[in-house]
């Protein structure tokens, strides 16, 4: 789960929301665009990364 504009606007109680979503993951909180647009650009910028998948989950896929 990522915070956007788009999940703040969706749901009657975003914050609550959030932090339920949140609670389950290793993190104890939903990722911001701002994470997830850094590992995007980990990925494009480095030259020697090839057919990588990075998991910006919070630990999802741990749990």
């Known amino acids: 789960m990522i915070r956007t504009e ?3 606007g969706s749901v ?3 914050v609550a929301f959030l ?3 949140g609670s389950g ?3 104890r909180r939903v990722g911001t665009a701002e994470e997830a647009a850094a ?3 980990f990925a494009m910028g480095n030259g020697y ?3 990588a998948t990075l998991a910006v989950d919070g630990g999802a896929a741990l749990v």
């Open 12 to 14: 009657p109680d975003p």
């Open 25 to 27: 993951l290793l993190t």
């Open 19 to 21: 932090r339920g979503a």
């Open 39 to 41: 590992a995007y650009l």
């Open 49 to 51: 990364v090839t057919g």
């Open 6 to 8: 788009l999940v703040d």
